[in-house]
């Protein structure tokens, strides 16, 4: 059999990644990728693509601009009756209104949590919708380099507090989100001499110049440092801080799995950009008591930070939720088990 599998953002793009490389072990199948990784893709996706191909994979990346190759895919599918499928990765992906008109033409859509599947078999009423998790995030149980390490080379004391900030991939609210937790860490400064740092990780997918960002720096009282991969990875620089503070992303699921501590902090911008792509206000991890939702307030982001590091909050449920929604994964690989023996039922049709 031969797939085409197709994604622009990261996580999907690792998903599809991990999927091709194990369905090529077989020796039954051939993929041909289409993975941007977050980065314009060299060569654009182009008809000759669908020649002899069996099967279409695509993921649902996080914007109608990002996901163009996706489109693409998804409509030349469609026009030529090739089996469809798609992957999400994250909650709410599946709503994703730009790959609406495909829905209906759609063999296979995989969800990575089990909440999610009856909502999307009513988008999707022709195809078979099954949970099979993310193969990312089984990843994110494994082990971290040492924390002084990592924060031996970002400068902070093995006692201080960090606050670990991951942004998104557009400026404007990243400029948002980065100000507000440097000004939730000046009050809490202010309030307690705990050593307070704030980390900034930049999303793989923002291109903006990082200059931008430099007066965070230069006008913080509180130590702020800026990093992107490969430099740090997230996995690292989230076993090494106290506490997350993320948009809605798969950074905060990787916090989750690791059991620190998670804020959600969306502004007003935020919510309506969130709104226009996945219909939510609100976010599903906050809902399920795995992290906790602050809107654009620093006082408040401040007073929630203090209340799970310095209170003990954190402990007493954060954490009990955390180990039960995202349980230690038993059995790796399988996430893609379930997506090849979907996509292996298709032989012979």
Same mark, same amino acid.
């Given at each position: ?10 996580a999907?793009?690792?998903?599809l990644?991990?999927?091709? %490389?194990?369905?090529?072990?077989? @020796? ?11 980065v ?16 279409v ?6 914007s109608?601009?990002?996901?163009? +190759? ?7 599918a469609?026009e ?10 994250l909650?709410? =992906? ?5 790959l609406?008109e495909?829905?209906?033409h ?11 599947v009856?909502?999307?078999?009513f ?26 390490? %990592?924060?031996?080379?970002l @400068? ?5 507090k960090?606050?670990? =900030? ?7 609210l ?8 440097i ?10 001499q705990?050593?307070? $740092? ?11 110049d ?7 720096v ?11 991969a490969?430099?740090?990875s ?15 992303s798969n950074?905060?699921?990787e916090?989750?799995?690791? $059991?620190?501590?998670v804020?959600n ?10 709104e ?10 906050? +809902?399920? @008591?795995?992290?906790?939702?602050v ?20 402990? +007493?449920?954060?954490?009990?939720? +955390?180990?039960?929604v995202f ?6 690989g ?12 298709l032989? @012979?049709?």
């Open positions: 059999m031969k797939a085409l599998l197709v994604a622009h953002d990261v999907p793009s690792q998903i990644e991990m999927l091709a %490389t194990n369905m090529e072990k077989s @020796g039954r199948h051939l993929c041909r990728r289409c993975l941007a990784f977050g314009a893709p060299d060569h654009p996706l182009g008809l000759e693509e669908f020649k002899e191909v069996d099967f994979l695509i993921g649902m990346s996080s109608a601009v990002l996901a163009k +190759q996706e489109i693409f895919a998804a409509k030349n469609a030529r009756g090739i089996p469809l499928g798609f992957v999400s990765d909650f709410g =992906c599946y709503k994703r209104p730009w609406a495909y829905r209906k759609t063999k296979f859509v995989f969800l990575p949590v089990a909440q999610e009856r909502g999307a078999k988008l999707f009423p022709n195809a078979e919708v099954i949970f099979s998790g993310n193969p990312c995030w089984e990843k994110y149980f494994e082990p971290a380099n040492p924390v002084e390490d %990592t924060r031996g080379a @400068g902070f004391g093995i006692d201080d960090v606050i670990m =900030c991951s942004g998104g991939k557009g400026l404007v990243n400029m948002l989100l980065y100000g507000g937790v000004e939730a860490a000046h009050l809490l400064d202010k309030r307690s705990e050593g307070w $740092r704030v980390v900034i990780n930049l999303h793989p997918g923002d291109r903006s990082p200059e931008l960002y430099s007066g965070f230069t006008h913080s009282k509180v130590p702020v440092r800026i990093v992107r490969p430099e740090f997230a996995h690292n620089l989230i076993a090494a801080s106290d506490l997350l503070v993320a948009p809605a950074t905060g699921i916090a989750a799995c690791m $059991r620190k501590p804020i902090y969306f502004t007003e911008l935020y919510f309506n950009e969130m226009s792509y996945d219909g939510m206000r609100i976010w599903p991890p906050c +809902q399920m @008591g795995i992290s906790s939702q809107s654009s307030n620093p006082s408040s982001l401040a007073n929630k930070i203090f209340a799970l590091l310095v209170h003990g909050g954190y402990k +007493q449920e954060m954490l009990i939720r +955390q180990m039960n349980p230690v994964v038993a059995n790796p399988e996430a893609i088990k379930k997506i090849c023996q979907a996509i292996d039922s032989e @012979g049709q």
